[in-house]
């Protein structure tokens, strides 16, 4: 497989090389210069497949020779251990639950197997990888439960004191091992700063093999598409095969996933973009202007992005003919007031309770449902509502059903070591 960067196709580099990377240095980002189509009768017989089956054959498709089949299998086998299932509310109204994983958010789709990608790729011997992340709350739990005991792999995470809900605290904290959490007394923009600042300091990075893990790595992107073509076999099953993917967004990953999905052959009839108030890719399907702009603060925060990092991808798949992807993807933005309107419609038409991201998703799905009857609609549930408690009326707090996991994490004792917000502060802390 070989990777180029969005804003040079010429500077081409190998899949080993763009994962520990994670950013060309041209501020571009890595995108297959391949696209390969999977084989009709794989996608005309998706619904015989299991989950690490479609997964396997979606991986080989696009890494082609970047690991030898049996080591791709079981990394698959181990970074891909937990189920996506598409649960039916109603007549063509389904959702995708992408919660299922150890840190109930779809970000450890992307997070686990970019942890054993890595970890895969380090040669014995060579020096121990250091991961640095910043988080706002999700990324840090599936970097840091994606990574736990990976060998020769070791992450810190910094994250804003007193910003991130107490679930999401309690799985950056309490892992031990090759997990270590700093709480940094400052903002989340904050705690991105000095992260880039670490990436920049010539002392450190002479030290300790420093490597990011946010989402623009491409090993993060590449196992979102799984899902889709799995949901798309889940709904074979049901005899559906004309389906819309509705997404919560905030930098673009995931559906930027499900459009690589469908490059690859997926038969997805319509992509809706779903965000809160920073509308930034919604206003630009409709007025074709691209204009980011500086977030704004929601409840569905792991959306506030006013900035998408992936768009750039996005704009390169279709940079031939965005004509196509004016037609394949629209987008609904959404006010916090509807959000929990939302939340509320969905708990009492299905008794079932979503987290704010998930309740955009689903409003969006209805809203473009209304002009295009008989599709079948999906929309991804990218979070476990117990992560958001403070946004539930209490019928519905009493509705959520709280896994064993969050229920252990309770017992567990936090391990976080506090900062200031500077950087010499941190520095000497990754030093000693
Ligand atoms: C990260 C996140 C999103 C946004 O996903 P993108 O890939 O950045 O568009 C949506 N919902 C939840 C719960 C998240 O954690």
């Given at each position: 497989?070989?990777?180029?960067?969005?804003?040079?196709?010429?500077?081409?580099?190998?899949?080993?090389?763009?994962?520990?990377?994670?950013?060309?240095?041209?501020?571009?980002?890595?995108?297959p210069?391949?696209i390969p189509r999977l084989?009709?009768?794989?996608?005309?017989?998706?619904?015989?497949?299991?989950?690490?089956?479609?997964?396997?054959?979606?991986?080989?498709?696009l890494?082609?020779?970047?690991?030898?089949?049996?080591?791709?299998?079981?990394?698959?086998?181990?970074?891909?251990?937990?189920?996506?299932?598409?649960?039916?509310?109603?007549?063509?109204?389904?959702?995708?639950?992408?919660?299922?994983?150890?840190?109930?958010?779809?970000?450890?789709?992307?997070?686990?197997?970019?942890?054993?990608?890595?970890?895969?790729?380090?040669?014995?011997?060579?020096?121990?990888?250091?991961?640095?992340?910043?988080?706002?709350?999700?990324?840090?739990?599936?970097?840091?439960?994606?990574?736990?005991?990976?060998?020769?792999?070791?992450?810190?995470?910094?994250?804003?004191?007193?910003?991130?809900?107490?679930?999401?605290?309690?799985?950056?904290?309490?892992?031990?091992?090759?997990?270590?959490?700093?709480?940094?007394?400052?903002?989340?923009?904050?705690?991105?700063?000095?992260?880039?600042?670490?990436?920049?300091?010539?002392?450190?990075?002479?030290?300790?093999?420093?490597?990011?893990?946010?989402?623009?790595?491409?090993?993060?992107?590449?196992?979102?598409t799984?899902?889709?073509?799995?949901?798309?076999?889940?709904?074979?099953?049901?005899?559906?095969?004309?389906?819309?993917?509705?997404?919560?967004?905030?930098?673009?990953?995931?559906?930027?996933?499900g459009l690589l999905a469908w490059k690859m052959g997926l038969?997805v009839?319509?992509?809706?973009?779903?965000?809160?108030?920073?509308?930034?890719?919604?206003?630009?399907?409709?007025?074709?202007?691209?204009?980011?702009?500086?977030?704004?603060?929601?409840?569905?925060?792991?959306?506030?992005?006013?900035?998408?990092?992936?768009?750039?991808?996005?704009?390169?798949m279709f940079?031939?003919?965005?004509?196509k992807?004016?037609?394949l993807?629209?987008?609904?933005?959404?006010?916090?007031?509807?959000?929990?309107?939302?939340?509320?419609?969905?708990?009492?038409?299905?008794?079932?309770?979503?987290?704010?991201?998930?309740?955009?998703?689903?409003?969006?799905?209805?809203?473009?449902?209304?002009?295009?009857?008989?599709?079948?609609?999906?929309?991804?549930?990218?979070?476990?509502?117990?992560?958001?408690?403070?946004?539930?009326?209490?019928?519905?707090?009493?509705?959520?059903?709280?896994?064993?996991?969050?229920?252990?994490?309770?017992?567990?004792?936090?391990?976080?070591?506090?900062?200031?917000?500077?950087?010499?502060?941190?520095?000497?802390?990754?030093?000693?």
């Amino acid at each position: 497989m070989k990777l180029y960067s969005t804003n040079n196709t010429a500077h081409q580099v190998n899949f080993k090389e763009a994962v520990f990377n994670s950013m060309p240095q041209d501020r571009g980002l890595y995108m297959p210069v391949d696209i390969p189509r999977l084989s009709d009768e794989f996608i005309h017989n998706l619904h015989h497949y299991t989950l690490p089956q479609i997964a396997f054959e979606v991986a080989k498709t696009l890494l082609g020779d970047a690991t030898p089949g049996p080591d791709l299998q079981a990394l698959i086998d181990d970074a891909v251990n937990f189920p996506a299932p598409v649960v039916k509310l109603e007549e063509d109204a389904y959702v995708l639950e992408l919660f299922h994983g150890p840190s109930l958010a779809f970000k450890d789709f992307g997070a686990r197997f970019m942890s054993r990608v890595m970890s895969y790729f380090l040669q014995p011997g060579e020096k121990q990888l250091d991961v640095l992340v910043a988080t706002s709350g999700d990324t840090g739990g599936a970097v840091a439960l994606g990574f736990l005991g990976v060998p020769n792999t070791r992450v810190t995470i910094l994250y804003p004191k007193g910003k991130v809900s107490n679930i999401q605290e309690l799985q950056l904290t309490t892992n031990g091992q090759n997990i270590r959490a700093l709480e940094i007394d400052g903002t989340f923009d904050d705690c991105q700063a000095l992260v880039k600042q670490a990436f920049t300091d010539a002392e450190l990075n002479e030290a300790l093999r420093l490597t990011s893990a946010n989402s623009i790595n491409i090993a993060r992107l590449i196992p979102q598409t799984f899902y889709y073509f799995n949901a798309y076999a889940q709904l074979l099953r049901q005899g559906k095969k004309q389906v819309a993917f509705a997404v919560p967004s905030g930098n673009f990953g995931n559906i930027g996933a499900g459009l690589l999905a469908w490059k690859m052959g997926l038969p997805v009839h319509q992509f809706i973009a779903a965000t809160n108030a920073n509308d930034t890719v919604p206003a630009f399907l409709k007025t074709g202007v691209y204009e980011p702009k500086a977030s704004v603060q929601t409840i569905a925060n792991a959306m506030d992005v006013g900035n998408p990092s992936n768009w750039m991808r996005i704009a390169d798949m279709f940079k031939e003919d965005m004509a196509k992807l004016s037609q394949l993807m629209t987008g609904y933005s959404y006010t916090d007031e509807q959000t929990r309107e939302a939340m509320q419609q969905v708990f009492d038409a299905y008794q079932y309770v979503v987290c704010p991201h998930t309740a955009i998703a689903w409003r969006a799905l209805k809203e473009w449902q209304q002009a295009h009857a008989g599709v079948a609609g999906v929309f991804l549930s990218t979070a476990h509502p117990c992560k958001f408690p403070d946004v539930f009326t209490p019928a519905m707090t009493q509705h959520i059903d709280v896994p064993q996991q969050v229920k252990e994490l309770e017992a567990k004792i936090s391990q976080a070591v506090s900062l200031p917000n500077s950087f010499d502060a941190l520095k000497s802390y990754l030093l000693q």
